[in-house]
């Protein structure tokens, strides 16, 4: 099943812009940009975050690292959308990454046209998919309840995972996830 | 219930949708943490890297100069001379009675854990007795299991106490029923190398065939040169530094090379290549080779899959080439050792640079001076594994080979052998399996590049020679961080010495990007950026990925390349020195600092001012770097002399350090609030661990 985050906002407060061919597609903020350019921009983006994992140096990387390599540039598949990008490749132990680079024109062609599900996550998307959670509307999960859905909902998490959300998550004096406060931190963290 | 689409909330829709979101959200923040935590490491291995080849060319240009290292003293002086040194009522740190027992290794882990010191006598009777017991071993140690249960397998210690002390802590000390086995480099980079040593030494004389001791690549004084143990040992034994350091030179090449195990498992510290023969390497006389990484980066040409190594030839110190030595010389009958003098003149100085300089043109057109055995030795302390088929020269390190899945099976199978064990590659887990498990690496040294970079581990082998391997990480600190904090430590120091590293080539590189700026705007494009980083630095690093963490970029993308340099600069205190020559002194600074210490024979730290001057020729011979004599001239008068006309060099050469201009305050003060006074993170003119 694919999945919008846009499923989460609210009909009403999608924009909708039409297309000459009257079929309808959400609108972004454009940046100005010479397209070849920025094709092979992102291309080079993308072989660059290749090579951080290619420890040979010899253009091979491992194909159980290829996951890590498509989420660190920005897209946000889930477990199954990466399994259907990497069942072609995953019986090979390594893979050439020029070979991949050709795969993933696909990828390239979604950070060019930005299509929502490889789409970085905003904030506010993401405020909205805690408050959904928050059954109670108390402005804050409950440790149990936080565990109890990345654990048993959606595509779980190992226990590896939620001990490590856990560290940085629980405000430790009230053993609660101030979610609100926890997904400011991480943004700046990013930054 | 779901306000959404009023449905119950546990099975609703919208519950799965967000928590598949919040899950692909932190999956992805965890796979860019992942990613920079790579590219840190990257940059720590490749600047290790590139420093060892530094130093493997340092070496192999040293060859030609004989030292006085090698005159140790008879044994019998040696003794005579332990018994005259006197240990003063005041010291309250262990003493040894030999032969020793367990209640001496005992007082030593004790004393260690206190941070105190062993009295030079009992170091130097130690490392005496050391070498007598690893005299008697063969090249190659054959072990067996049938005795105990397990034996523990260890790897590289690198000088620090914590892990080793984690270690007997987590696995109990070494007795009969509990066998060790430490697979090399125990010293350089930590700061506790000659306690290890003596820890290590001390139970080999206790228990002399359940502790084993297997040679690494670091157990070499020239390495200990540039990276640490000789500075630790000057430092802690000041005028008894010399011989311990000479007696240790002796011990180290005593260490055994390969140990195997029932007959079934290889170790050896750093690999195999396709030229390696067992057989070979039990026969000759492991003692002659006292600076493995002085023979390796004359090459070694390929033809196909054969080594073909040329006439092995001996050199005397005037250059004439005497009659090639026959391999049996070096095998078990005795060998004629030409006389080499202790003291050289200035004119035979001079005569050294020249032949050194002749010999190194002649490099090209033929290798000279190979030892087939010096090299089969380099192959088996400086080779890693790979994962192609194939065996070819370790280009990341200058020495050794990279040997690929076809090499193993091949010498695995002519020796009737069902793993390959061995050290020397720093891994994130402690460990690593490769070559369809027939290649473990294993590694003792947690936090090796910086706290938080990495976790050590151990491995302990059945009877049925089925590894098992327990990992740790030695953590100063009692809060609990999180990955992120983590990540960011070990980032923050990985892109400050890579930050420096940009800094030590500044003129280079500006030159490199003016080619791409010839109307001189600034700016370049990220693809010009990178390559010309790439080819001045010579680091095989993702560029691209890092652009953002090094320089600034301008409105339109493109690379403002000098921002890389404007907060940073050479601090060269009272010195006054030429600005060209201040960067070249900061950036050969630890080349300078070996070839001072080798020509400081009494290791006082101090140097004539003609012995300055012959440094300078000799580091231009080896680097080609042209300094005229005015300008050494000048630098040896701005500089601060004794009274008796010698100078402190390695209080000169600290003096250039590279400092920051505008302290970031915020960013100091965020790590400085990550790391909780943490003494890993050095701020410069400080002295760091």
Redesign the interface.
């Known amino acids: 099943m694919r ?1 919008c ?1 846009y ?2 906002v609210p009909f009403e407060q999608r924009k909708k812009v039409k297309r000459k061919d009257k079929s309808f597609h959400l609108s972004f903020p454009k940046k100005e940009r010479d397209p070849q350019t920025k094709r092979s ?1 992102i291309q ?2 993308i072989t ?2 290749f ?3 290619d ?4 253009k ?1 990387v491992d194909v159980r690292e290829i ?6 540039l ?6 199954g959308e990466l399994h259907d990008m990497l069942a072609e490749v995953s019986s090979l132990p ?1 893979v050439i990454f020029s070979s991949i680079l050709k795969f993933t024109k696909a990828l390239i062609f979604s950070l060019l046209c930005r299509r929502p599900e490889y789409r ?2 905003p904030e506010d ?2 405020l ?3 408050e ?2 928050d ?1 109670n509307k108390c402005g804050h999960l409950t440790k149990e309840e936080l565990v109890k ?2 654990t048993e ?5 190992t226990q590896e ?1 939620m001990e ?2 856990l ?2 998550a629980v405000d430790p004096e009230t053993n609660t996830v101030r979610y609100k406060d926890y997904i400011t931190m ?1 943004v700046v ?2 930054n | 219930v ?1 306000l ?1 689409c009023q449905t119950w ?1 546990f099975f609703c829709f ?19 943490l ?2 920079r935590r ?2 840190a490491l ?1 940059i720590f291995q490749s600047i290790e890297y590139a420093e060892e080849q530094a130093q493997l060319q340092l070496s192999s240009f040293f060859t030609f100069i004989p030292s006085d290292f090698n005159t140790a003293g008879s044994d019998v002086q040696l003794l005579e001379y332990e018994q005259t040194i006197e240990v003063p009522d005041s010291y309250h740190g262990p003493r040894l009675s030999f032969p020793l027992t367990v209640a001496d290794t005992n007082s030593l882990l004790h004393a260690f854990k206190r941070q105190q010191q062993l009295h030079a006598r009992y170091v130097l009777q130690l490392l005496h007795e050391t070498k007598k017991v690893l005299k008697q071993m063969p090249n190659i140690i054959h072990l067996s299991t049938s005795y105990s249960k397990e034996i523990t397998i260890c790897g590289d210690l690198h000088g620090k106490l914590d892990d080793l002390l984690l270690i007997f802590y987590k696995n109990g000390l070494p007795s009969e029923e509990n066998p060790y086995l430490f697979n090399g480099d125990f010293v350089d980079r930590g700061k506790n190398s000659i306690e290890i040593l003596i820890i290590l030494f001390a139970f080999l004389l206790v228990y002399p065939n359940h502790l084993h001791l297997n040679r690494g690549n670091h157990e070499d004084h020239i390495m200990n040169l540039r990276y640490g143990f000789t500075k630790e040992i000057t430092k802690k034994y000041r005028s008894h530094s010399k011989k311990i350091l000479n007696l240790l030179q002796d011990v180290y090449s005593w260490l055994p090379l390969a140990a195997i195990i029932d007959n079934k498992v290889l170790i050896v510290h750093g690999g195999i290549s396709d030229a390696t023969d067992l057989d070979f390497l039990n026969l000759f006389k492991r003692n002659k080779v006292r600076e493995p990484s002085s023979s390796s980066s004359y090459g070694r040409r390929y033809k196909g899959d054969l080594l073909d190594v040329g006439e092995p030839m001996w050199l005397l110190h005037d250059g004439v080439n005497s009659s090639p030595l026959l391999e049996a010389q070096y095998l078990e009958s005795s060998v004629r050792m030409p006389s080499v003098p202790p003291e050289l003149t200035a004119k035979e100085w001079k005569q050294v640079c020249e032949t050194n300089t002749e010999l190194l043109q002649n490099k090209t057109k033929k290798p000279t001076c190979i030892y087939k055995w010096n090299l089969f030795v380099v192959d088996i302390l400086w080779s890693d594994p ?3 088929n194939g065996c070819t020269p370790n280009k ?1 390190r200058g020495g050794g080979c ?1 040997f690929g899945p076809d090499v193993t099976a091949r010498l695995l199978k002519r020796y009737n052998l069902k793993m390959l064990i061995r050290s020397h590659e720093c891994k994130q887990e402690g460990y690593e399996i490769s070559h369809d498990g027939k290649v473990i690496t294993i590694f003792s040294a947690s936090n090796y590049y910086e706290n938080g970079s990495n976790r050590g581990a151990y491995l302990k082998l059945n009877p049925d020679l089925v590894p098992r391997f327990v990992q740790y990480q030695v953590s100063k600190y009692t809060r ?1 961080q ?3 904090q983590r990540v960011s430590v070990v980032e923050w120091s990985a892109l400050k010495s890579l930050r420096e590293k940009l800094y030590s080539r500044r003129s280079e590189l500006i030159a490199a990007f003016r080619q791409y700026d010839p109307n001189d705007t600034g700016r370049i494009s ?2 010009e950026w990178a390559s010309a980083v790439e080819s001045v630095l010579n680091l ?1 690093l ?4 890092l652009r953002s963490r090094l320089v600034q970029l301008a409105q339109d ?1 493109s690379v403002e390349y000098l921002s890389s340099f404007s907060d940073l600069e050479i601090d060269s205190r009272e010195h006054m020195v030429q600005p060209a020559l201040v960067e070249t002194l900061y950036r050969f600074r630890t080349d300078l600092e070996i070839i001072f210490n080798i020509i400081d024979k009494d290791h006082s730290g101090l140097i004539s001012i003609e012995e300055f001057r012959q440094t300078w020729k000799l580091f231009n011979s080896h680097l080609k770097i042209d300094i005229d004599d005015e300008s050494i001239d000048n630098l040896a008068h701005s500089i601060d002399f004794n009274k008796d006309g010698s100078i402190d060099f390695n209080e000169f050469l600290e003096a250039f350090h590279v400092v920051n201009k505008f302290e970031n305050k915020a960013e100091h003060c965020r790590i400085s609030n990550l790391l909780d006074s943490c003494p890993c993170f050095s701020i410069p003119g400080l002295s760091g661990t």
């Open positions: 999945y985050l499923d989460l921009d080079k983006k660059d975050a090579e951080v994992f420890h040979e140096c010899n091979t996951g890590t390599i498509i989420r660190s920005g897209c946000c598949p889930s477990e390594f970085p996550i998307v993401l909205r998919a805690f959904v959670l059954v859905y990345m909902e959606g595509e779980p998490f995972e490590e959300m560290s940085a991480m963290d990013e | 779901c959404l909330h919208h519950t799965i949708k967000a928590a598949i979101l919040i899950q692909r959200w932190y999956r992805c923040y965890m796979a860019r992942e990613m790579q590219y990257s790979k994962n192609q990341f990279c609990q999180t990955l992120h990220t693809s095989a993702p560029w691209r990925t993308g």
